[in-house]
């Protein structure tokens, strides 16, 4: 029987400090890499596309619930691109008390995201104006980094309302959290969302870890629609009725 060289404690020593070393190239490359920009200014970016909402606010459909979905799917797509790069890609943050504004060249949307506080924790208020639909204002507040495993994460709960020309107005409170692999360099956004409206609508999203998005609109009891898809892909609302006398879920 041939004898079997088993490896000595130095050479497994020497094993997994080449792979630390290889670690550290592909977590710096990545970083040193990437443009950082502060959280603010990314925030701003992202609130910058109003997806659906100005279309929804034109033609106000008698399902008020497809508006307050078309909200919630503007306000957690923006928390999602929102969230690429927090943590150590991040570049350095607002002073305290400065105000950055953006407009888009199409929709003339205006965004002035302002620092409100650095530490301990960064808050940002905002506020988009839309000519002629309406306007949003919200606060954001971003928690400590920690380091999970490969993975920094860190809170990102956002508090917001929407109010459009026609009266209408939905309120979206979120308590997500942003999770970035270093070495895969992907970006998770997870956790829930609680929604309502001034008719009579409430309803509550869910994003899993691997994206998935789920979660329910509700009006007097009754189950209205779902939300479904992959967050990568946008937030997709189902629309449907529940026959009389089914209180639903």
């Given amino acids: 029987m041939p004898e079997i060289q088993l490896p000595t404690k130095r050479d497994v020593a020497k094993v997994a400090l080449l792979a630390s070393a290889a670690l550290g190239t592909v977590v710096a490359s990545r970083y040193l890499g990437t443009r950082k920009i502060s959280a603010a200014e990314r925030l701003a970016e992202s609130l910058l596309d109003v997806g659906r909402v100005p279309e929804m606010a034109r033609d106000m459909p008698q399902a008020t619930e497809t508006v307050l979905a078309a909200c919630a799917a503007y306000l957690i797509g923006a928390a999602y691109r929102a969230s690429e790069g927090l943590g150590v890609a991040s570049g350095a943050e607002d002073p305290v008390g400065f105000s950055r504004t953006l407009t888009h060249p199409y929709t003339h949307a205006a965004v002035t995201v302002l620092t409100e506080a650095t530490s301990p924790e960064p808050i940002l208020t905002y506020a988009v104006r839309i ?77 899993g870890y691997d994206g998935a998005v789920s979660g329910t609109i509700t009006r007097e009891g009754r189950v209205i629609g779902r939300f479904e898809g992959q967050l990568q892909n946008g937030v997709n609302f189902k629309q449907y009725q529940i026959p009389p006398g089914d209180k639903g879920e």
Avoid: K, M
């Fill in 131 to 207: 000519p002629d639909v309406g306007e949003v204002r919200g606060t954001r507040r971003i928690g400590p980094l920690r380091l999970a495993g490969l993975s920094l994460a860190r809170p990102t709960p956002d508090t917001a309302q929407i109010t459009l020309a026609n009266g209408y107005t939905a309120q979206l409170e979120s308590e997500f959290e942003v999770a970035e692999y270093l070495v895969a360099g992907r970006t998770r956004l997870f956790g829930t969302a609680t929604l309502r409206d001034n008719r009579d609508n409430v309803g509550r999203v869910h994003l």
